[in-house]
């Protein structure tokens, strides 16, 4: 059994040959891949020691980040990333929000020594800034800065962090812009500028950067932030090497990247050869064009210690539902990092077992000047997630490790730019997209996702309550919840997701735009029997509101249907979209956006969750007594709020009978 | 050997079989798919926020044990797609 990989393909996961010479930057000498590689292994002891110690520097540089930040994206989503680098720029320690630019980040190093690394050189104290896609991250808004390790004139290592900037100058306000029709359309790009220069801040190559945003204040405190991050870093590496001396300490950053590999390849022998396979789609922007399905497949091959990912997709898409290679191989990343190599120590290492093969031009490896803002692919995340959920049964010391994908496309859908209540402008997404939902265990393992557990991309995100959400910014919500019936249906379900409404207030002059996705085609699949989510939902547009006069009343609309009620009351409109809406002027106290995700995915089938399980998600709203009926054959008796348990056996039957008068065994196409 | 919530691969006869009802499907190198009932289902007919009838662009396909009739995959694809090979197993040679 093998894979065939077709021609055109590009290989993603690779190394550059070991061969080459020392190369001298400016600020001192950069050693040979070969050299590096040959850094003498470290005792079981030291080794454990200076890992441990590395691993604390990144993690203490990343909560400076985070502290230091002010941007919600940052500070609550925990957006933010900081890593040790070998001097070739290959990940060797990693403190990590974002799973998704693990690997891809190390593209900006090798820029970096490409086309500095001569003139204007590579010094000590020496800043570097890149937010290209192409080159590094996933979009505009992942900003990356960098900063060389150089001792007794010799580069040993780099150190990199990155956060989320929401505001990239781009077409619209916001960083994601449904409008976009090109990169050019989405902002600024650095391709590498020293914002500090042997020590000494660069003020004209900050400016340069402020004066593109329509956010001053929130950029600069990130970009203060990630230089903090550095700051606090440099300090702990430099005082390791004093205390254990450099050769230990490049030791250990090329040691901890061959132990993330082993452990990465033992677990890999752990599991039983063979391919597992899973198709996802994408919405693309409908306009006034019939839709048309942007597809993505994914075969996923096992054999030894080799993990081989043979993508098929489709694309790319006119819009922003896109990416390049680099923000590809982040997409995996995220479902290899947190599923299958979650106990690994987060670097390179792991990723050297994994070949990804993805086709040229598609949405996944789009052409140069393709609008990425909208990261194209997260079914990619949820694909491989199922394909490796699907593996790990083939061990049972796995099976409380197997997790459904999570929430579909978990992206925000609504964006803003403005003058807040405080009266500074600012722009940002709105946070409820790390509110999704978790995909379901099973019985060995956490059974039921977790509701509004998180974004997959950012594992340990978290969001602000509302009234610090509204504190914040311009708006006031109407409601934020779980959403019902959104969650995967199965034995064990996917966890729900957030449903929300804004309106703006208390602002002169704000915009909102909606990207959209999930909305009109199921994106992925559950596992082993459960139903899809629920779609994302549709956005719901609301103009002219008289809402002074309801809330005057003490009332507060709480559904899509309240605003509908409402407008037909007292005058306004309603508009229920699909397709992705430009940025445009809302009026305060006047308008209403509103919108929400589809849950995540469940495992299992329906029929096989216990009856009382189904009841707690009723008396929890997560499900509703309809859904419990049609989907789970499980009927409430309303007056008692009990299980009736004849008519469930009644209602299974039914459905299991219907089963066996549909079913039929496929012959081929009709 | 586990393969799926519902399935086994049996090492010794090496046929893939129901958890639930011990239903033999088929020899470990087949796709199970190709060997239970499937039903083509609308989204719409499924309760909850799914595409309409009228513009949906895939369907699910209900896969069923042919055993016990549990739900064993809802694979979301074009309605005429063939029934992917989503469990395939590195069996051992013949003869081995």
């Not at chain 1, 902002?187 to 956010?215: F, H, M, P, W």
């Not at chain 1, 550095?230 to 300490?249: C, E, H, P, Q, S």
């Not at chain 1, 140069?368 to 049972?396: D, Q, R, S, W």
Request: charged residues 20%; negative net charge.
């Amino acid at each position: 059994m093998t894979t065939q990989i077709a021609e055109e393909k590009v290989l993603y996961t690779y190394e550059p040959p070991l061969e080459g010479k020392r190369t001298f930057i400016g600020g001192g000498w950069l050693p040979s891949r070969e050299e590096v590689a040959s850094y003498k292994r470290l005792s079981a002891v030291d080794f454990e020691i200076l890992s441990y110690r590395m691993n604390s520097i990144a993690n203490e540089a990343r909560q400076a980040i985070l502290r230091v930040s002010g941007s919600p994206v940052v500070a609550e989503g925990g957006e933010a990333l900081f890593a040790i680098y070998d001097p070739h720029g290959f990940t060797s320690s990693l403190a990590c929000g974002l799973l998704l630019h693990t690997a891809g980040t190390q593209g900006n190093i090798r820029e970096v020594l490409d086309v500095q690394g001569q003139s204007p050189g590579v010094y000590d104290g020496d800043i570097f800034m890149l937010n290209e896609p192409s080159v590094g991250g996933y979009h505009a808004c992942d900003q990356w800065t960098g900063t060389p390790i150089f001792h007794d004139g010799e580069l040993i290592a780099w150190l990199g962090s990155l956060t989320h900037t929401t505001e990239t100058g781009a077409i619209e306000p916001g960083g994601m812009p449904a409008s976009a029709r090109s990169l050019l359309d989405e902002g600024y790009r650095v391709q590498g500028i020293k914002v500090q220069e042997r020590g000494q801040i660069n003020r004209a190559a900050i400016n340069c950067l402020l004066r593109s945003t329509r956010d001053p204040a929130y950029y600069v405190l990130d970009l203060r932030a990630r230089i903090a991050g550095l700051n606090v870093a440099k300090d702990r590496f430099m005082a390791l090497i004093k205390r254990y001396g450099a050769d230990k300490v490049k030791a250990c950053v090329q040691q901890n990247i061959d132990y993330g590999e082993e452990m990465a390849r033992a677990k890999l022998r752990s599991l039983a050869d063979g391919a597992w396979r899973i198709v996802g789609y994408l919405d693309l922007d409908v306009g006034e064009k019939k839709p048309s399905l942007i597809k993505i497949t994914v075969a996923m091959t096992k054999k030894g210690d080799d993990l081989i990912l043979d993508f098929n997709a489709t694309g790319p898409n006119p819009n922003y539902y896109n990416c390049y290679i680099s923000g590809a191989f982040g997409l995996i990343y995220v479902a290899v990092a947190s599923q299958l190599f979650w106990e690994t120590p987060g670097n390179w290492g792991y990723i050297r077992p994994i070949k990804a093969y993805i086709p040229r031009n598609c949405c996944l490896n789009a052409p140069y000047f393709t609008p990425v803002g909208l990261c194209a692919a997260f079914p990619v995340t949820e694909l491989v997630t199922g394909c490796i959920a699907k593996m790990l049964y083939t061990n049972p010391k796995y099976w409380p490790d197997i997790n459904a994908p999570w929430q579909r496309n978990c992206v925000t859908p609504m964006y803003w730019g403005g003058m807040t209540q405080h009266g500074y402008p600012s722009g940002s997404i709105f946070s409820e997209p790390w509110a999704a939902g978790t995909g379901a265990g099973i019985d060995e393992g956490r059974g039921d996702g977790c509701d509004t557990g998180g974004a997959m991309m950012t594992v340990e995100s978290s969001i602000a309550d509302v009234e610090m959400t509204e504190l914040q910014g311009p708006f006031l919500y109407l409601w934020r919840r779980e959403g019902m019936d959104n969650a995967g249906a199965g034995r064990w379900r996917g966890g729900a997701s957030v449903v929300y409404a804004v309106m703006p207030h208390n602002t002169p002059f704000v915009t909102v735009g909606w990207t959209s996705m999930g909305v009109i085609v199921d994106p992925t699949q559950s596992l082993d029997g459960a139903y899809p989510p629920a779609l994302n939902y549709r956005g719901a547009w609301a103009k002219g509101l008289n809402l002074t006069e309801v809330f005057q009343k003490g009332q507060i609309p709480q559904s899509v249907e309240e605003l509908q009620k409402l407008a037909q009351q007292s005058g306004g409109t309603v508009d229920i979209v699909a397709e992705p809406r430009s940025a445009a002027p809302m009026a305060t106290d006047r308008d209403v956006g509103a919108g929400g995700f589809g849950g995540a995915k469940g495992i299992g089938d329906p029929l096989d969750r216990e009856p009382e399980r189904v009841l707690a998600d009723i008396e929890n709203r997560i499900f509703s007594v309809e859904m419990a009926r049609r989907v789970f054959g499980v009927v409430i008796d309303l007056k008692a709020m009990k299980v009736d348990l004849k008519s469930t056996e009644a209602a299974r039957n039914e459905i299991k009978a219907n089963r066996r008068k549909k079913g039929v065994i496929w012959e081929g196409k009709k | 050997m586990r393969i799926h919530y519902y399935l086994d691969l049996d090492e010794k006869t090496q046929k893939i079989k129901c958890r639930k009802c011990g239903r033999d499907i088929c020899h470990g190198s087949e796709n199970y798919k190709l060997h239970v009932p499937r039903a083509d289902v609308y989204p719409d007919e499924i309760y909850g926020v799914r595409p309409p009838r009228e513009t949906a662009m895939v369907i699910y396909h209900e896969y069923y044990c042919p055993g016990c009739y549990t739900m064993l995959d809802v694979e979301v694809s074009e309605p005429d797609a063939p029934p992917l090979w989503d469990i395939q197993i590195a069996m051992p040679k013949h003869g081995k």
